[in-house]
């Protein structure tokens, strides 16, 4: 794998989708709010096991 293997394009789930009154249950709402984060912080840890 390259670098540009863990390249972000986009974010899976975008808040700004959700409608202004989300009919999501508590859970998916929570997961929808962790996602993009967990996706950073495993493009992050890719890029430093490719580094190592």
Known sequence: MSFSDHKI???QHKITD???QPS???NEL???FDS???EL???VNGICDEAS
Do not use: G, I, V, W
Request: aromatic content about 6%.
């Open 30 to 32: 929570k997961a929808r």
């Open 36 to 38: 993009s984060p967990e």
């Open 24 to 26: 999501l249950p508590a």
């Open 41 to 43: 912080r495993q493009a």
């Open 18 to 20: 959700l409608p202004d």
């Open 9 to 11: 394009t986009a974010f």
